[in-house]
C-alpha cells in the first residue's frame, strides 16, 4: 500500500505538477492519481523513475511504496514536526 500522505507531499515539495510526472510515467493524470490513491499498484519502473524525478533517498522510497502497514495520522505528525 502506497503511503499517500507522504507521496503527496515530495509532490509537492518537488515543485512538479501531477500531469508532468504522469508524463513521465508514461500515465495518464488520471492514471497517477488513482496509483498516488492507492487503486491500483505502481509498477517497479514507476517506483523508480518516482525516486529519481523526486529524490527521494531509500529510507524515503521505502516508507512511501513498501512499508506493510501506512498509518496517516503518523506520518501526518512526523511531516508536521
Known sequence: MTNSVL???KIKVSGYRLGFLAEKLG????GLY???NNKTEFLASEIQAL??????????RQEI???EKVDD??????LSC
Open 51 to 60: 525516486s529519481d524525478l523526486l529524490n527521494l533517498d531509500p529510507s524515503d
Open 73 to 78: 495520522l503518523d506520518t501526518i505528525k512526523k
Open 65 to 67: 511504496f513498501f512499508d
Open 34 to 36: 488513482n496509483k498516488i
Open 27 to 30: 500515465l495518464s493524470r488520471a
Open 7 to 9: 507521496l503527496n507531499y
